[in-house]
């Protein structure tokens, strides 16, 4: 393989840090709170880049379940960015995708591409097994990735940190935050 693709950018140390308020949806039948790693590690994540955990929660690999919980963030006004890991895959029981994709106000369609782009550094063809998207629900930019550690560093390190981190240039997502809802 070639070396890592850079994220491109540069974060202005000089500019605040502006908190995001994000929520983590773990999707899985198969985990429980002990065995959820990816969720753990994505938590941790937002955590260590100065960001408010507003919640955490788990629902099985149900569209009604997955689209329960992300509507009931949205409507909560308290959360600005909601990053699920699970469900993105190929099988039956993957549906995480199809469940958020018909609640997108806009879709992000170059999330998947820089999320495949990134994930192909790591695992090579295996990245497409993914169904990674990301879109925007009433002013809330949801971000979906695959369950495993590894996608979720992947997905976080190097292509959501640097968008939700109000510092990064030449732009980043935070400064259109108030924007999200304009007529």
Request: charged share 25%; hydrophobic share 40%; aromatic share 4%.
């Amino acid at each position: 393989m070639t070396s890592p693709i850079p994220i491109g950018g540069r974060i202005d140390e000089t500019l605040p840090h502006k908190a995001v308020r994000i929520a983590v949806l773990t999707v899985s039948d198969t985990r429980d709170e002990e065995s959820d790693t990816s969720g753990r590690v994505l938590a941790e994540r937002v955590k260590g880049a100065g960001h408010e955990l507003a919640d955490k929660a788990m629902v099985r690999d149900d569209i009604e379940a997955i689209r329960a919980k992300v509507r009931a963030w949205v409507a909560s006004g308290q959360v600005d960015a909601i990053v699920t890991t699970g469900g993105t895959g190929l099988t039956g029981r993957d549906v995480t995708p199809e469940a958020l994709e018909p609640l997108f106000d806009k879709k992000i369609d170059g999330f998947s591409v820089v999320f495949h782009l990134v994930s192909y550094q790591s695992v090579g063809l295996s990245t497409l097994q993914s169904r990674a998207t990301a879109g925007l629900i009433g002013g809330v930019m949801v971000f979906c990735l695959p369950g495993s550690n590894g996608a979720v560093k992947d997905g976080w390190d190097k292509v959501i940190s640097a968008q939700l981190d109000s510092r990064h240039m030449p732009c980043n997502m935070v400064e259109l935050m108030p924007r999200f809802l304009e007529t």
